[in-house]
């Protein structure tokens, strides 16, 4: 791997589900964190907009009620917090900062933090990841994904290099530590971004090249040979780049996209037996593409939209079922088609076609579940904190056998009165949808937005959310830890985290801050404690109003410029499930 590799194209994030950093450019910063509280609100109900009910194809567990709301699972200040679906398994991942050698010393990053999600909540930590095994010449900016099979197949999708000219690689954990893989053993200038798990138990790699990012296809693991391009580039496609992927156990692989980086759009289908594959020129660009057990279509826009169909290994052109532009493409188990035109959901059933309007406002981002019998629309609307979360969905809706209902989005759990924005749904079954997404708060003293927090949810409540990234003025030495919630309505006391301690010392009476509060109104019933919280040692004040709470961390900013303190709920019940263990109590009045 050599420095020489350039930028990968932004039509391969397409294909990726890139996730943009909402943060304007930047150079890198070590991870850091605030988190989000779980809303009781109950789903704000949308009327059903088609006389016909759709009966899940996959009805949800009986003894659980459907999903009403999207509820924090981790949460905090952690750059590059993602949630990935492996299989049954969810794996979460984040961490990003300064990198390579010339920063900190080669191997010397270990906040590359990768956790399995348990079914209680908690998280099974993985071997971090050492920049000196996988990328010991650009070093790693941050992981973009968990994929693969687990747990003998396992692979971390990696960006690497610096903001300005990040390149793809993979590593793969072989049960002890993550090695870097290069599929072709070439060492070239390709970025491999993504794996699938393909056919005979093998894993496809798929990449893209340094000009024009065309498409590449490596197997890393197992016997098969990847697909090839050369039906593709037969078309006049000398660099045929992908934006649309799908790659299935069976074989099947289907890819749309454009060519050398702009012009017509082409649509292939490769199987295993046939390493070739078909392709053809098609009028437009690729909208959505999508497959099941049996059935494929692809959705086109352009000046002559089309839906086509997989019928005998042929593509046969479909009259869409209604006006306007195309917008979305999902399959049901049975293999029937639901397109989004403009603002109507059209579907089909046998031979005919319904259609209803979908509900809420804004830009429509993703509708998911569908093949799973429980479909979820996610949708632009109220802009929440910022302009940029409009175009990443503000609001959520399922459909159920009564119509459209809407779902809650969980408020932040760290970080008081703070509404997130989801920015990607995941779906591992029938009403389990995961979730990322982000809010930003601000730095005390400035007028603008200054942290980017980002959260997982899930649509089942957790036993507790869990904590990960920057607490005050550090990184928690944990990748996730239990914490407090924030201070909602319910809360009688606070908790001011207002030093962050590396070890205690006995001797250390704070007499300086303790001077400096002294004339704070209302300390009475107040105490000054060192605490342990998510296994780091803290100075903190218990307080009764926020006032006094704001006041603490006034003055404890003074004394350490440029560092967080937080708020957190102070009640008994709250600090002993989020294990909170006191240090010892000092006395208020100044020595």
Same mark, same amino acid.
């Given at each position: ?65 459907? &999903? ?31 990198? +390579? ?16 999600? $348990? &079914? ?36 971390? $999708? ?16 072989? +049960? ?19 794996? @699938? ?13 340094? @000009? ?11 016997? =098969? ?25 069976? #074989? ?16 292939? !289908?490769?199987?295993?037996?046939? !390493? ?50 195309? %917008? ?30 979908? =509900? ?106 869990? !904590? ?5 003025? #550090? ?51 107040? %105490? ?64």
């Amino acid at each position: 791997m050599t420095t020489t590799r350039r930028s990968w194209n932004l039509a391969w994030c397409a294909l990726l589900a890139c996730r943009p950093d909402p943060t304007p450019a930047q150079p890198p910063e070590r991870p850091a964190a605030v988190a989000a509280r779980t809303s009781d609100d109950a789903a704000t109900p949308v009327p059903a907009a088609v006389d016909t009910p759709v009966e899940p194809a996959v009805p949800a567990t009986p003894s659980e009620p459907p &999903p009403d709301a999207m509820h924090v699972v981790v949460e905090g200040r952690c750059t590059g917090l993602h949630a990935s679906l492996v299989g049954d398994e969810v794996f979460v991942t984040h961490g990003a900062g300064y990198t +390579g050698a010339a920063m900190a010393g080669p191997g010397a990053r270990h906040d590359l933090v990768i956790g399995r999600l $348990q &079914p209680d909540g908690t998280v099974e930590s993985l071997p971090p990841l050492v920049e000196s095994q996988v990328a010991p010449e650009l070093g790693v900016y941050a992981i973009d994904g968990v994929g693969g099979r687990w747990p003998d197949q396992l692979y971390l $999708q990696l960006s690497v290099g610096y903001r300005d000219s990040a390149t793809g690689d993979l590593a793969r954990f072989d +049960g002890q530590k993550w090695l870097a893989v290069d599929p072709t053993g070439k060492r070239d200038t390709t970025a491999w971004q993504r794996v @699938y798990p393909w056919y005979d138990n093998s894993i496809l790699a798929v990449g893209s090249s340094d @000009y024009y990012a065309a498409t590449r296809f490596a197997v890393t693991r197992g016997r =098969p040979q990847g697909p090839k391009l050369g039906a593709i580039t037969k078309l006049g496609c000398a660099e045929p780049m992908a934006t649309r992927l799908i790659v299935r156990e069976d #074989g099947d692989v289907f890819a749309a996209g454009r060519c050398d980086g702009g012009g017509p759009s082409w649509l292939a !289908r490769w199987t295993k037996d046939d !390493r070739d594959g078909k392709a053809r020129r098609i009028d437009g660009g690729v909208v959505g593409l999508a497959a099941v057990d049996g059935a494929a279509f692809a959705l086109f826009d352009g000046t002559s939209p089309s839906l086509l169909q997989l019928r005998d290994g042929d593509w046969v052109k479909l009259a869409l079922p209604g006006k306007g532009a195309p %917008r979305l493409l999902a399959l049901t188990a049975a293999g029937e088609p639901w397109v989004v035109l403009d603002d109507q959901l059209h579907r089909r059933e046998g031979d005919a076609w319904s259609s209803e309007p979908l =509900p809420g406002e804004g830009a429509i981002e993703e509708l998911v579940g569908v093949e799973q019998g429980t479909p979820w629309l996610r949708r632009g609307g109220t802009p929440v904190d910022s302009p940029w979360n409009e175009r990443m969905g503000a609001r959520l809706f399922r459909r159920g056998a009564q119509g459209w209902s809407e779902i809650t989005i969980a408020a932040a759990a760290f970080t008081a009165d703070k509404r997130i924005g989801i920015d990607r749904l995941l779906v591992r079954g029938p009403d389990d949808i995961w979730a990322e997404g982000h809010y930003f708060v601000k730095r005390p003293g400035k007028q603008k937005a200054s942290k980017t927090n980002r959260v997982v949810l899930h649509s089942r409540a957790p036993l507790a959310p869990l !904590r990960c990234g920057d607490v005050v003025d #550090g990184p928690l030495a944990q990748g996730f830890a239990r914490w407090p919630r924030a201070v909602d309505a319910h809360c009688t006391t606070r908790m001011a985290l207002l030093f962050h301690q590396g070890a205690w010392d006995d001797g250390n009476d704070y007499g300086k801050l303790r001077r400096a509060i002294a004339k704070v109104e209302g300390l009475d019933g107040a %105490r000054l404690l060192e605490v342990e919280v998510g296994g780091e040692h803290f100075l903190a004040a218990t307080v009764a109003t926020d006032a006094t709470a704001e006041a603490l961390m006034a003055k404890a900013r003074k004394q350490r410029p440029y560092k967080f303190p937080e708020v957190v709920c102070g009640d008994s019940e709250e600090l002993d499930g989020a294990g909170v263990v006191v240090h010892r109590e000092l006395p208020l009045a100044p020595p």
